[in-house]
């Protein structure tokens, strides 16, 4: 009878360790979130990153042909200021309508590079954004593992106090996930 009783008070859990589990499953939910989010920021960061750059690769080779553009019309402007006075009507007016044409060329590549830059800096919020909500992702999943860690240990020994330093960087980790979301936070870095 005596052993009986002693196994029925060894079996008995503390009420804190029902605490730890759900506690415990909560930062492991929180932390696989995070780290599944963190590495969609990051990829949608990397990913914006190398578009912008295409973007501004693409803006420098219109900036290229739009210069040739111009020193090719300098160069025919002077030909046409040097003219003699007896030239004849038609080469002023072939010289004029290739200054017009390389004008028009100029203008047209101004306005495209003013849309491809326009996509380049949407490109870089976009990357910037992404970052913004990575950098607390990865921040949480940190505390949230450490956080899990120590309860696990706390677990594994029966100690309380280990589960109460657990707690507090468990919550900064939630703290810090929420933020990877809603960005209430001002940036760490």
């Known amino acids: 009878m005596i052993h ?4 029925k008070t060894e079996d008995k859990k503390d009420p804190w360790l029902n605490h730890l589990a759900l506690t415990t499953v909560i930062f492991a939910v929180c932390a696989t ?14 990913i914006s990153q190398a578009q912008a750059s295409d973007q501004w690769a693409y803006y ?4 290229i042909k739009a210069n040739l553009y111009q020193i090719q019309r300098e160069r025919l402007q002077l030909e046409f200021d040097t003219l003699p006075a007896d030239a004849p009507a038609s080469k002023r007016a072939a010289y004029q309508a290739k200054l017009d044409d390389y004008s028009a060329k100029i203008k047209k590549y101004d306005a495209e590079k003013e849309d491809i830059q326009r ?9 910037d954004d992404a970052q913004r909500h990575g950098q607390p992702m990865g921040l949480a999943v ?9 309860s696990s240990v706390a677990g594994l020994f029966k100690r309380r106090e280990l589960w109460l ?3 507090p960087l468990g919550l900064l980790g939630l703290v810090l996930f929420a933020n990877g979301f809603l960005l209430f936070l001002p940036p760490l870095l």
């Open 4 to 7: 009986g009783r002693r196994k």
């Open 33 to 46: 979130l995070s780290t599944f989010k963190g590495g969609g920021y990051s990829t949608r960061s990397v």
């Open 60 to 63: 420098q080779a219109k900036s």
């Open 119 to 127: 996509t380049a800096h949407e490109l870089e919020a976009k990357r």
């Open 142 to 150: 940190i505390f949230l593992q450490i956080a899990i860690l120590l």
């Open 165 to 167: 330093c657990a707690l």
